[in-house]
């Protein structure tokens, strides 16, 4: 039986796995992510050694950054310094001499669930990546939205708050820089030193775990966090009126009440005569999605899987 080996390649790791024809994720592990220039040769050598045991027909590549899906090219990544403009699929075309699918992870992530995960049978839907920054892909018709360069659907770089907090897009008020899990943690590191405590090494997870114990700090933070998150969403619902909006990230998996706090502000905010369902949703594949997605596009492109 043939099997497709696909990697999530992320400024720190790079996860990878290997799937049936049926897209059944069989194995996942993660190794830390080389510098730029040693990421072809790290692929191409672990899918020599996958293939000392079974035998692989097809490779596909979940990626950070800017991707041209057509020539499998990173574009612009300012995740992995040295990335950028490196054809990536041809040249591991040319180490492994089986056929690559490239794509952006957050597109990736989205036809992973739209495949076998919680956008499956939506014909209008938003996945939402938070972490870092906010990544975001639009689903319309049952299909995702590319836009004139295949950059379409960039909502963490709309801006919620004029002349606001400088953003890495060289704009300043982007919803990024409100309702990702990076500016959550610092906008909780710069509370606390108001507050005369020092904090250094603290994550999205550990934040949520203080407002389940009744932090005060954490509690004004999570407050205002939830009040950005919301804000960016309920203009997307009034612009787009999607099925549902799937939310993605560390920060949302684990028991707790982050997805219902969105939904319980969304419903003060969004317009009644859009209905009073909770439109936003947790990802049912986690941190597999953009493998999945991987995956599909490689099974796609040996005619083996019929479109989303």
């Known amino acids: 039986?043939?099997?497709?080996?696909?990697?999530?390649?992320?400024?720190?790791?790079?996860?990878?796995?290997?799937?049936?024809?049926?897209?059944?994720?069989?194995?996942?592990?993660?190794?830390?992510?080389?510098?730029?220039?040693?990421?072809?040769?790290?692929?191409?050598?672990?899918?020599?050694?996958?293939?000392?045991?079974?035998?692989?027909?097809?490779?596909?590549?979940?990626?950070?950054?800017?991707?041209?899906?057509?020539?499998?090219?990173?574009l612009f990544s300012n995740n992995i310094q040295g990335y950028s403009g490196m054809k990536l699929g041809e040249i591991l075309f040319s180490l492994t001499k089986l056929p690559v699918s490239v794509?952006?992870?957050?597109?990736?992530?989205?036809?992973?669930?739209?495949?076998?995960?919680?956008?499956?049978?939506?014909?209008?839907?938003?996945?939402?990546?938070?972490?870092?920054?906010?990544?975001?892909?639009?689903?319309?018709?049952?299909?995702?939205?590319?836009?004139?360069?295949?950059?379409?659907?960039?909502?963490?770089?709309?801006?919620?708050?004029?002349?606001g907090k400088p953003c890495s897009c060289g704009r300043k008020g982007c919803l990024e820089r409100y309702a990702s899990t990076s500016a959550f943690v610092q906008d909780y590191k710069e509370e606390a030193l108001r507050k005369g405590v020092a904090v250094e090494n603290v994550s999205g997870e550990m934040i949520m775990e203080l407002v389940k114990q009744g932090d005060p700090v954490a509690l004004l933070v999570y407050e205002r966090f939830i009040h950005y998150i919301s804000m960016g969403l309920t203009n997307v619902i009034h612009l787009l009126n999607p099925e549902k909006i799937i939310i993605g990230g560390g920060i949302t998996e684990g028991e707790g009440p982050f997805i219902q706090d969105i939904n319980?502000?969304?419903?003060?905010?969004?317009?009644?005569?859009?209905?009073?369902?909770?439109?936003?949703?947790?990802?049912?594949?986690?941190?597999?999605?953009?493998?999945y997605g991987a995956c599909y596009l490689a099974l796609n492109r040996m005619n083996m899987k019929e479109s989303v």
């Open 1 to 74: 039986m043939s099997h497709i080996v696909c990697f999530d390649i992320g400024g720190t790791f790079i996860k990878y796995g290997v799937f049936d024809p049926k897209g059944h994720l069989l194995y996942k592990s993660k190794m830390a992510t080389p510098t730029s220039h040693e990421i072809p040769d790290v692929l191409n050598n672990k899918v020599k050694s996958l293939q000392h045991d079974i035998h692989l027909s097809a490779i596909g590549i979940s990626s950070c950054g800017l991707v041209d899906r057509e020539k499998g090219m990173i």
């Open 103 to 163: 794509e952006n992870d957050v597109k990736s992530g989205c036809l992973g669930e739209m495949w076998k995960g919680a956008v499956k049978g939506m014909r209008n839907a938003i996945f939402l990546t938070l972490g870092t920054g906010i990544g975001s892909s639009i689903v319309m018709e049952g299909r995702i939205v590319n836009g004139s360069s295949g950059f379409a659907g960039e909502l963490g770089h709309t801006v919620v708050v004029a002349g």
């Open 264 to 291: 319980r502000q969304l419903r003060n905010e969004v317009m009644e005569v859009y209905g009073n369902e909770d439109t936003v949703i947790a990802s049912s594949l986690g941190n597999d999605a953009g493998l």
